[in-house]
C-alpha cells in the first residue's frame, strides 16, 4: 500500500530522551501501532542515527532505509508495510553509517519527517538519547514531543535538560511527559508532580503528562521474539497503558 495524497498535512510525534535505554524505542513501535489499531494511517520512522535498532526490535532485514532516502529515493518506497498495521522507514542497524552525517544529508535526514507527514496521518519518529544537534532538529519540527524518563533521578534529570533545550527551540511547540517502566501509576503521576513543578518554576511552562507505563515482564519478552508488543501480549499492563497514551493524543 502506497501512501494516497493528502490534503492536510499529518503529525509528527517525536520520541526523545536524554538518557538512553529508557523504552523509545520499544513505546515507538507500540505506539505506532496503537495508532494504526485506532484506525490511523501510521508511519515509524526509526531516526536513531547513530543505532537504529527498529528493525532488530522487529526481526525485520531491511532493504531499502532512511540511509537511502538521504541518497535520494522516495520515503514511499524506502517505507516497510508491516503486519502490525504500520509502515517502517528503517535507520541503518548498527553500522552507525548515519551518526556523522553533516550539511544537506544531516538537512535531509533531519526535515524527513515534515515529508512524511505529506503522506501519512501519523508520523511517529523515534530519536536517539542525547541533546546533540540532529536530536535537538528533530525534536523542534515535531507537532508533539514526548519526553520519556524513568522514575530514577538521573533519567529525570535528563529528560528536564531536553524539555530545556526544546523550549529554547521551538517555544510554541507542545511536549509531554511519559513516564515508563513506573512501579504503579500512582508513582508515575509523582515522578510527573516533581518534573512539572521543575519546568513551571525554572522554565515557565508546564509539562502534560502524556501517560504512565508500567514495567511489565511481557515487554522484554516480546523484544525476545521480536514481536511487537500488541500483536504478542495485547493484554498485558504495559500495551493497556499504550493504548490509554494513544488515546489521550486525542
Ligand atoms: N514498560 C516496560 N517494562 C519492562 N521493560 C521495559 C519497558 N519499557 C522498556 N523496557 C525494556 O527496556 C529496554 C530498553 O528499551 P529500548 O531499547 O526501547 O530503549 P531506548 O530508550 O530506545 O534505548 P536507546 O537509548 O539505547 O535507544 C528493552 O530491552 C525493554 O525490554
Ligand atoms: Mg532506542
Avoid at 44 to 68: E, I, R, T, Y
Avoid at 196 to 204: E, I, K
Wanted: glycine share 10%; no cysteine; hydrophobic share 50%.
Amino acid at each position: 500500500m502506497s501512501a494516497a495524497p493528502m490534503t492536510k498535512p499529518g503529525r509528527v510525534i517525536a520520541i526523545a530522551s536524554g538518557k538512553g535505554g529508557v523504552g523509545k524505542t520499544w513505546l515507538a513501535i507500540t505506539l505506532a501501532q496503537a495508532l494504526a489499531q485506532a484506525g490511523r494511517r501510521v508511519v515509524l520512522m526509526d531516526a536513531d542515527l547513530g543505532l537504529a535498532n527498529v528493525d532488530v526490535q522487529l526481526g525485520l532485514k531491511a532493504g531499502m532505509d532512511l540511509g537511502s532516502v538521504v541518497a535520494g529515493a522516495p520515503p514511499e518506497q524506502a517505507a516497510i508495510p508491516l503486519p502490525a498495521g504500520f509502515h517502517l522507514l528503517p535507520g541503518r542497524s548498527g553500522t552507525g553509517a548515519l551518526a556523522g552525517l553533516s550539511g544537506a544529508a544531516l538537512e535531509a535526514a533531519t526535515s524527513l519527517p515534515r515529508r512524511l507527514a505529506a503522506g501519512w496521518q501519523e508520523v511517529v519518529v523515534d530519536i536517539g538519547a542525547g541533546v546533540e544537534a540532529p536530536q535537538r532538529r528533530l525534536a523542534a519540527q515535531a507537532d508533539l514531543l514526548l519526553v520519556v524518563a524513568t522514575e530514577e533521578p538521573t533519567s529525570l534529570t535528563d529528560a528536564y535538560a531536553v524539555l530545556k533545550l526544546h523550549a529554547q527551540d521551538a517555544p510554541r511547540a507542545e511536549a509531554r511527559l511519559v513516564v515508563n517502566l513506573a512501579a504503579g501509576a500512582a508513582s508515575g503521576q509523582a515522578t510527573h508532580a516533581t518534573l512539572d513543578a521543575a519546568a513551571r518554576r525554572f522554565l515557565g511552562r508546564a509539562v502534560p503528562l502524556a501517560g504512565v507505563i508500567r514495567r511489565d515482564a511481557k515487554v522484554p519478552d516480546a523484544i525476545r521474539h521480536q514481536t511487537p508488543l500488541l500483536t504478542r501480549h495485547p493484554g498485558s499492563a504495559a500495551a493497556k497503558d499504550v493504548a490509554a497514551l494513544a488515546r489521550g493524543l486525542g
